[in-house]
């Protein structure tokens, strides 16, 4: 039980203070956008959507939720390429030799750093999620009584993205695409620091990068297109947890130099008879 503590305080150790700053760094620039750009909504609905049609104006009014909402997959994307840079290369030292003196196998141990990175997508959907809530709270409480009611947030966030993304309610669907994302952008972190130790590029890493991002765009809950994200994530995923952490070159090299130093050690016993 320590070595897995041991390992999971080392993937720790940098993943969570990276997590936070961006994390922060998202949820005030979501909150001062939402603020700083009402376009005259009265409901916070159409705030959060970023676009509603004004009865006054006889046109469509821009909102700060439509900015907001490419700040978050932003964010997201950020938060991504840091923590791929967690136990990979960095100014020229190669921490390969440190995970593999480790007291459990490299492959266990990015198992553990994968969760841990899910992990840290998680508290960064939930730091946006609650600034929204701050916004939701001050812009209602300043609201007249007939344009919201208590139910306002939870129909925006049936209505409305990233709102939707970080607040799924009761849709299993949207359920799916959360942890999709969280563990989606654990695996992918994992395996861009997995192969990177190794000098090498993952193609997993990268389409998981591209999928992770691109399903928490503006697109409407119903897309096809991103329902075919969501289920490409999660089954790359899949695949990640499965093959992503086994180096076949390099176990047969070390395969091949316990066998010489076995028959190394066989020779000088038959030397020494």
Known sequence: MKRHLSVFELAARGAVYKTLIISLIAAAAIFA??????????????????SYF?????NYVVTGGRYASYVFPAGLAVLYVLLSRSGAPKRGVNPDYTWRRLRITERRASLIQSGVHALCFALY????????AAFAALFLSRSGPYDNDGQTLFFAAYTTMPLHAVLPLGE????????????????????MAFWLRRGKTSGLGVTLLITTALMQLGWSASSGFRTMLVLLTALLAVIGLVSSFRDTAVAEREAEQAEGMEGSKGGKADASA
Do not use: K, Q, R
């Open 125 to 132: 959907m939930a730091i946006v999620l609650a600034a929204c």
């Open 172 to 191: 299993p669907f949207e359920w799916l695409a959360f942890a999709a994302t969280c563990l989606g952008g654990g695996v992918g972190t994992t395996a």
């Open 54 to 58: 004004s009865a006054e104006a006889e």
């Open 33 to 50: 956008l939402l603020y700083a750009l009402p376009g005259g909504a009265l409901n916070l609905t159409d705030l959060l959507s970023g």
